[in-house]
């Protein structure tokens, strides 16, 4: 089992910025990849930002320019710096890994609000 627990989620004004932080625990080995979804009431949940164990990422067009994803392998933590908040940036995100065997794992969510 993989444990993840992300944090830095809250309460923004438009064009601010925020960082979350996602810490993996647990059978660790194997994560092929991380990321970040967001999902809000009644909709999808969507891909925000993928990170790959080799570095390589993928953004969702609606965030290119403005977040970054990264990732510390020493302390097993992948982030996602967001910028240039929009209130349509609003949502629950969810941290998200998989493994080179295909199981995949989701934390609980950190609510992100952007309004002024």
């Known amino acids: 089992q993989v444990q993840l627990v992300e944090s830095g989620g809250g309460l923004v004004q438009p064009g601010g910025s925020l960082r979350l932080s996602c810490a993996a625990s647990g059978n660790i080995f194997s994560i092929y990849a991380m990321g970040w979804y967001r999902q809000t009431p009644g909709k999808q949940r969507e891909l925000v930002a993928i990170i790959t164990i080799n570095g390589g990422t993928n953004y969702a067009d609606f965030v290119k320019g403005r977040f970054t994803i990264s990732r510390d392998n020493a302390k097993n933590t992948v982030y996602l710096q967001m910028n240039s908040l929009k209130p349509e940036d609003t949502a629950v995100y969810y941290c998200?890994?998989?493994?080179?065997?295909?199981?995949?794992?989701w934390g609980p969510g950190t609510q992100v609000t952007v309004s002024s």
């Open positions: 998200h890994a998989v493994k080179t065997t295909g199981y995949d794992y």
